[in-house]
Structures are given as C-alpha cells and as structure tokens.
C-alpha cells in the first residue's frame, strides 16, 4: 500500500482517504483513492520499472500528446497524470516511480469482448486516438520499451533460442518450431515494409487489448482510451493487429482446449468497422494493404516470443505449470493458422470496410 509521503506528495492525506487495489493489469501496482469527505476519486499507480526502464519517458510522451491533443482537439478525452504539489507528473522515492490520474466516472472496463458491440466500441477509440495524433512530430518522443514490436529482432531471439535450447526442450518443440519456421515469411514482409517510406510511423498505443478502453458502465459506449505506458511511435500493424490477436477469438492464449480457437467474423468486422471509420481516411495504400497483414504479425510476433521462452526455460513470461509457453505458443500457431484459412472472407470485410470509410 502507499504510504503517507507519496499521497501527501499528491496533496493528500491518508486519514482522509479509503484506499484500495484497482484494476486486472500485471505490470504497475494500482491503487483507487476515494475521499472520505466528498467521495472524489482518484487512481494512484506505482510504475514497474523492470518493464519500463525510464518512466520518465512515459510522462514526456503523454505530456505531448496531451499538449497537442489539447490545441487540435480540445473537447477530447484524454486521461494526463495530476501533478504533485511541487508540479512533477512523478514523485520518486527510494527508486519507486508513483503517478496518479483522475478516475474517470461512470466507467468500466471488461477483460474481453462479449458481443461485437464491445469490439466496435474499443476499436473506435484506439482509432480516434491514432487520427486525432496523425499530425503530431514525432521526433521528440523516445520509445518506453525499446524494439517493443521489432519483429526482426524477435525472430532473431527465436532463431538464437534454437541453437541454445536444451536438447530435451528442442526435441518436445520440434513439430512447432518448424511450423512458426513455414511462416517465416511474415517476419520477412516485416523486414520489407519497414523501409517503405508510404508504411508510416504513428503515435500507437501498443497494447490494445479490450480493458485498456473505459466504456460507460450503462451504455457500454466507448469513452477514452487508457493506460498510455507504451504511447510510443509505431505501425498502424501493431495497434490493428493485437486488436485482431484478442477481440476475434473467444478464448486467450491461455487456453489449452485448442478446438476452441476460432475467428469470428462478426467480431473481425465490428473492430475493423470501428478502427477505420475514425482513422481510414489518414492511411496510405501502402496501409491499407496491409490491415490483413496486421493480425498475421501480431498473432506469429507473440506466438514465436512465447516458443522462445519456452526454449530458454521460462525466463520471462510468468508459468503456471511446466508447459505454459509452450501451450501459449501452440496456442498462437493454431489462432494464426485460422485467421490464413479465412483470408479471402476477412479481406473482403476489410474492403467492405474500407469502402464505407471513404465515403464518410
């Protein structure tokens, strides 16, 4: 729990507070803060500095965004840290890194997408975001996590995992390690389309998975897009791709009853519907083509970082049991082999999509 000095950092003191752990998220340390006296709330995050380095280059990034978010679009939402009472975004005390955000009232979040409706709404307001930054200069920002979706430098791992893995490890992955292998030419138009200048770099989110967008607890419209740790240049790929990664399949890569990994079409065009209507109209043919693509690199990027791991015996995803990443891995391989089988169905979604955007 926080102590005394980092809420009274924030202008607060604890007697007068209720204080609580918040949320479902497994990197920072979260706290709400509700005063006792009018019931005004607030959320207080202790960030992890094994993910990220340098928080400071969290707090950079999001006062730019917010700086030009406020001058070009002002009436947007757009959740910015309140400053301790000496005008820092962070305070820092014995190396820990403590920021605090308004709570967003009458907001929810939910940890998967239930009905197409929800996956619409989500993807919306990671494409808002996305169009509403399109202008900003991206020079000034720096990345929080360095090579966060350097699907050249994750296939290398990959590549280096096989030569090193112990031979027991390496014979149990055999059968998958060449089937990620077969589609090692996703990592090569990977390597291609980085050096097009027409496939841009954004100002992406790189995590959007469903709970990171508040919906209104009644409507379950979409309000605001948050935790904006990985706010960092980008592809349009990376945002578009995890979206498609983890709204069209019912279950996670935590799943081991593999029958269940299908795509649902309804749910791949609600998002895509979603994503395009804000941002369609900013992308280059060069970006459109690729919006299929984007769910291929996403889904082979995480399942080769799990086989990895696995490979290298579990030094950096979490296990539940001995064979976790090597089911999340089989799991991946089975997600992207499905989403292939329906390209031709899912393209012409994505064109259908397309279509409507333009015309908008």
Partial sequence: MPNKLILQAFGLEPEGLNVRRFGSGHINNTFLLEKKEDGSRYVLQKINVNVFREPGIIAANQRMAADYLAIHHPGYLFITPIPTVTGDELYVMNNEYWRMIPFIADS?????????????EAAKQFGRLANYLTGIDLKPFKASIPNFHNLTLRYAAFQEAIRNAAEERKAAAEEMIEEFLRYSDIAVTYEQLKTNPEFRDHLMHHDTKINNVLLNKDTFEGICVCDLDTLMPGKIISDLGDMIRTYVCPVSEEERDFSQIVI???????????????????????????LFFAGKFMIYMQGIRFLTDY??????????????NFDRAKNQ???????????????????KCLHVSEQV
């Fill in 311 to 324: 490979l290298n015996g579990d030094v950096y995803y979490p296990i539940k049991y001995p064979t976790n």
């Fill in 333 to 351: 391989l089975i997600l992207l082999q499905r989403l292939i089988e329906k390209q031709d169905v899912l393209q012409a979604i994505i064109d």
């Fill in 264 to 290: 649902r079409e309804e749910y791949f065009e609600a998002l895509m519907q979603g994503y395009l209507e804000e941002i369609g109209g900013a992308l280059t043919k060069v970006e459109k083509e690729q």
């Fill in 108 to 120: 929810v979040t939910v940890d998967q997408a239930d009905n197409p409706k929800q996956a619409y």
